[in-house]
């Protein structure tokens, strides 16, 4: 190693992270060029919860911008299916965007999914990967060499769709969970050191809008079980069942406040259908629990995982290499992983629809950036000829990722979508 590459490594960990700032937000601006756009299919049933009461003076006096969504069998009231979540979050860059509006119109007279709307989801999406990845740097960095978390922190945001779903199509529910399951990721040791109520209190709230704004993400609270934590408590399974004995007095605390987030999305179901709870869902479920189609969730062309991310294969080998060697928090991820992907499976739509990449993987690339340090650090740091392999490919699926992100067009989805059209697309971005 020469002199001089101390120097540059440090430059570039000190520099990295504001780069990859600096990089999406401008390519967020780029790509949203009629930002009002955003509010259609899926993010405007999110979206909603703001737009209504807020803006249209209640469900019963919204206008949808499609026919998707409609009122309630019954009632006036437009129906969404969706949970109140990821509005939640969304929320108070919205009404900076619609106070940015007033200041500059005078008047505040809007159905609020104008482009100023638009450009508040935006923000609130790149503030939330942003702070997700700051969070994990600092998380992941007590364990493993900065510059290897630099490499694997890069590979989840920049060569999977975790920054497609930050910038060219915000305002669905996938970067607000994985920033939500970030911090519970990033809480669970603080719970075991300090086990008082205030600490309770934040696990349930933290839990409650997990499970919130996608009831799968309930899966997160296996993390308490299997997470390497040498703390007072955080042992293996029986230690962490006395901790649990021990400070069972808190169970309340937590569960109030995960009724207490729960409590406003109850209140409109009851509003709306007369019932507390409600599968707000109707007809669509787990129609092939029986058939999961497994291999097309991960391989197919239609969104399959590993197709449009194929980066994830270096945390899968991490995976399979704590598996190896008996590592606990390894069981845990390879638990959450293959859980989720059955109940995917298992969905009625398995490709979940006109997506880049099987979009339901997005919040669970949190878990994945553990294995995937394990094997950059474990596996090819003690060889040089492999750390330089390991970019090259990792640098090209970068390139790739984010050349699909770019030249995405909705659907890339059966039956038009074909292995020839995938092919057509990569060829693009082939230099010539």
Known sequence: ???????VRRF??????????????????????????????DPEGYYM??????????FNQYKPSSEVYTPYTGTDKVFSKYTYGTALLEAPFVFVAHFIYVCKEGHHNTHGRLPEHGFGVLAAYIFYSLLSLWMLRRFLEKR???????????????????????IKEPGNSHVASLFVITCWLVFAPRLFREP?????????????LTSLIR????????????????????GNLKERWHFLVKNVRFIPVSAAMVILVWFPQMWYWHSITGNWLYYSYDEEGFNNW?????????????????????????????????????RREAIGIAAIVGILTYLFASWHTWSFGGAYGHRCYVEWLVFLSIPFCWFLQEIIACSRRAQWVASGISLSLIYVSLGLTYLYQWPWERPGWTWHKLMETLGKLIPV
């Open 1 to 7: 190693m020469t002199p001089k590459a101390p120097t």
């Open 12 to 41: 570039i960990l000190r520099h990295y992270f504001s780069l990859l700032a600096a990089f999406t937000i401008v390519a967020g601006i780029h790509l949203q060029k009629y930002p009002d756009l955003i509010f259609s299919s």
């Open 49 to 58: 919860y703001i737009a209504a009461p807020f803006f249209s003076g209640g």
């Open 144 to 166: 493993f060499d900065p510059w290897w978390v630099m490499f694997a922190l890069c590979g989840l945001f920049l060569g999977s769709n975790w920054l497609f779903y930050t």
């Open 196 to 208: 008082n109520a205030k600490n309770f209190a934040l696990a349930g709230l933290l839990f409650g």
């Open 215 to 234: 009831p799968t993400n309930s899966i997160a609270i296996l993390y308490l079980l299997f997470a390497e934590m040498p703390l007072p408590g955080g």
């Open 290 to 326: 029986q058939s999961p189609r497994i291999l097309n969730v991960l391989f197919d062309v239609q969104n399959g995982l590993f197709i449009y991310a194929p980066i994830l294969f270096m945390p899968a080998i991490g995976l399979l290499y704590g598996l190896y060697h008996r």
